[in-house]
């Protein structure tokens, strides 16, 4: 195994001194999950608008079925990978790169995130380990001096990450790309991905999906979904996309919580669904987008705020209703305030905070600005002129 890695060492010392290929172009997404996210949305821009450009998607094995056709797939820690690395103009990921990866003069790096910072992220996590995960807040920041260009989806977005993760890197604030797709889909789409979930005709599909604790050494849930199902009737279908579930085995459920944990794109369960249940979730600023109705369930807001750090009291600028207990969630859905005039108007304000460039083109300004150079283009919808598809109920 030792003679393995200082072969491959070798290997990729060997492959930097060969020329550029700036035909190539490295997406990871995940740390390896396949195909998604902001990278995967960046992917197909790049192909559209570069035909020329080849592809290649970082991928654990358990994920390579996402990779799309036409793009190669490369397992990390192969003698492909180290190639494509040291070859490649471009490099797209949403978390930080190789650590071992040396950046040649040449190559581009764009760096996407995984979504909003409503949660502490860089140097604001230097006192809140916990939240910090494995990497460090020490490797964050080396990673973020090799980054070119750092995707950002709004002005909180741009200021956050320009004081908390400082690089010599260029801020894009040309929205979210993940998000063109909750633009570009149909009503067909929508229908098509309620039947493939088993979601009933005509039931109201409850997304939850709640943010991640890792201070809690237990993933026992927040919320008895089974009893909020009882408690709703018969009218309602729980998606349960909680961070709890990835590792639990399956679901005895009564068929009105459907687990969809391991669904691999949570873009097509947020347009399966009516509406989103969640807290500090970035998904949250994602779904707003669609401008159907978000309600936020913070039971343990002052356990989370300690551990992980908020941007603000959610309660203050909230997308909808606020549900403090299980008992006032279930009320909120039975009485009908989760889609009243009031949550209207809170999640119209919260779009025009957090949505200002998604607008179906988002992947295309980034695409165009990293291969050629063009600014601002194509220019942002108008929001009163967004027509994102509505849910099917």
Known sequence: RALRRAGLRLHYRVQRLLPLRTDRAVFSSRDGHGHGGDPGALESAVRSLAPHVRTAWVSRPEHLHTVPPGA??????????????ARSAYLVSDTAFDPRLVKREGQVLVQTRQGTPLTHTGLDLRERPAAAGEAGVAELLRDAGRWDYLVSADRHSTLTFERTLPGPYQVLEYGRPRTDRLYTATGADVARLRESLGVPDGAVAILYAP???PYRRTPAPLLDLERLARRLGPRFVILDRSPAR???PPLASSGRVLDVSGHPCVESL???SDALVTDYASLMTDYAGLDRPIVLHVPDQEAFEAACGTYGDPSTFPPGAVARSADELADIFATGHWRGSRSDELRAAFRARFCPHDDGHAAERVARRVLFGEAGLPVVVPPPERRPVPSAA
């Open 72 to 85: 190669r797939r490369l397992g990390p820690g192969t003698a492909a990978y180290w190639t494509a690395l």
């Open 211 to 213: 943010a991640d604790r």
């Open 246 to 248: 990835h590792d639990a």
């Open 270 to 272: 947020c347009l399966a």
